[in-house]
């Protein structure tokens, strides 16, 4: 066992700090997936502004480099509480989907969990947390819980990070509307940003949550330039700059980009007049995209963390039109490069000549 470097683990619920501790006595391992199962259930919150605080004496030795942890929100905070230390640079959270209702306050306390993740270690590379579960619709959500408000150095604690790879936030509820907004704000440049996924849910199905515009892109690309894959809810009512930026070849590498609605669908079809200028705009931040729309497939097959729309869908058809659009200006271009370098190639005095158009 003292040579192990990797190890999954399932334990009964609810799970305590003490039963972590013989983990750390494995002086090699590295990699370690724990999951929990069965019906127990532990809802015990941090006090308030102390989720920082240790509270058992073998916090913070871990070794591990990556941790994934699935199960209640309760157990993912604490085992990340216990766990996360400078060497950890992979963190995977997986919410059970079925929760007990004492269970659900637990989620708001995502930002407390990225918190304890990149103030352990500002080298972090990938943060992910996900919830494929859905709202029961009697949640009793506590607003005024200070155990649950969203940690006021966070947004210092992202601005420090540098080595990001992979930050991923699906459909977790937020109980502060415009906190994607001030995430999106307080990340830094990022040079080896790989995949960024913003897509939360609104903790009361009441509120609307405020949403990065459509300008917002233009700083992405610009701080964000080896960015390969972008999912982001976005408010898509917003302007469309008509200043567009100039494609300096290659161009930026994103290839993904499924912006989501508000609510996860397009209120309204987009007219011709108004998905013209929005394609422009794209290919112009973008023009090496290859997917807008499989986030949105209406079938069996589409993307399992994506929205599954309906055949009539708004917004599946709109960014169909929009992807075709998209793929004539980049045929176009091709086009026009092919016919440079070919120029380029030919002799002095001699132009080259396209015979199929003859």
Partial sequence: MAGLTSLTVAMPAPVRMDDLVILNGLPQLKTLSLST?????????PKPGRHLTKIHPDQGKSQLKRLTLEGDPFFIFWATSFFCSPSLHTFVGIVSSKLYPEQFPGLLLMPHILH?????NPKVQEFSIEWKGRFRGDEAWDWHDQRLTVPEDLG?????LRHLEKLSIKQIPIITTDFIVKVLDALPHLPSLDTLYLVPKAADQDDILELPPMEDLASIRERFPALRHLT?????????PSDLPEIVYPGH?????FIVPPFGELERELTVSELIPLSAYLDRLFPNLEDITSYFEPSPNSQSNGESMDEGSVTWEAWTNLDGLLKSYQQIRDQAVHHLQQNAQAPAGED???????
């Fill in 37 to 45: 199962h069965g019906p127990a259930y532990n809802a015990v919150y």
């Fill in 116 to 120: 304890l993740v990149i103030h352990s």
């Fill in 156 to 160: 210092k604690a992202l601005r420090e």
């Fill in 232 to 240: 982001l809810s976005m408010d898509t009512a917003s302007d469309i």
């Fill in 253 to 257: 590498p994103l290839e993904t980009l």
């Fill in 352 to 358: 080259t000549v396209d015979m199929d158009h003859e």
